[in-house]
Antibody, heavy 122, light 107 residues
Framework: QLQLQESGSGLVKPSQTLSLTCAVS??????????WSWIRQPPGKGLEWIGY???????YYNPSLKSRVTISVDRSKNQFSLKLSSVTAADTAVYYC??????????????WGQGTLVTVSS | DIQMTQSPSSLSASVGDRVTITCQAS??????LNWYQQKPGKAPKLLIY???NLETGVPSRFSGSGSGTDFTFTISSLQPEDIATYYC?????????FGPGTKVDIK
């Protein structure tokens, strides 16, 4: 059973870089056909897709965050990572990693990690 | 970008009631529409994919329909464990986007 687990700093100072990692277990991140996404949810608000990376390393970032986002993959550790630079209080959110979308018309996210709260504050 | 709207934003219903949520896309997305359930403090869970396909293991009281710009999500008989926020999500175009959510609780 595929499982995802986020880890990283829960408190980041304004203007600094948020860094999170998603460890994948129960399956290989290099298995074909799937991308791996980051999604966030500010407290009490809705879901915002940040972007994805394929096992090949190709990426797509939401234009709303593109200038500040980097998603990378470490196949040897079976994990992928998110970096978000120049953070402000507006970046305070629960950050989720998820598998998807798939490359064969499977445009959904499943499964998801449990999420990790990142607070931006001095 | 494709904008997704949902209505209502919240609803209160009795156990056993039929509950219907609508999701509208700002342009034609064919059937590239998914539905998720999010319980408080938990990650979203995929319930319906491609507008009407029930994810494995999801109770049959959940269903979805629609195509183009207008979609419907239905709980045929509301159960206490269905208290959650429900989100639609389109994948016709990048960036992928979610609706604002519909919060369902028990009257």
């Amino acid at each position: 059973q595929l499982q995802l687990q986020e880890s990283g700093s829960g408190l980041v100072k304004p203007s600094q870089t948020l860094s999170l990692t998603c460890a994948v277990s129960g399956g290989s991140i290099s298995s074909g056909g799937y991308s791996w996404s980051w999604i966030r949810q500010p407290p009490g608000k809705g879901l915002e897709w940040i972007g994805y990376i394929y096992h090949s390393g190709s990426t797509y970032y939401n234009p709303s965050l593109k200038s500040r986002v980097t998603i990378s993959v470490d196949r040897s550790k079976n994990q992928f990572s998110l970096k978000l630079s120049s953070v402000t209080a507006a970046d305070t959110a629960v950050y989720y990693c998820a598998r998807g979308p798939g490359g064969y018309g499977q445009g959904w996210f499943d499964p998801w990690g449990q999420g990790t709260l990142v607070t931006v504050s001095s | 970008d494709i904008q997704m709207t949902q209505s209502p934003s919240s609803l209160s219903a009795s156990v056993g009631d039929r509950v219907t949520i609508t999701c509208q896309a700002s342009q034609d997305i064919s059937n590239y529409l998914n539905w998720y359930q999010q319980k408080p403090g938990k990650a979203p869970k995929l319930l319906i994919y491609d507008a009407s396909n029930l994810e494995t293991g999801v109770p049959s009281r959940f269903s979805g329909s629609g195509s183009g710009t207008d979609f419907t999500f239905t709980i045929s008989s509301l159960q206490p464990e269905d208290i959650a926020t429900y989100y639609c999500q389109q994948y016709d175009n990048l960036p992928l986007s979610f609706g604002p959510g519909t919060k369902v609780d028990i009257k």
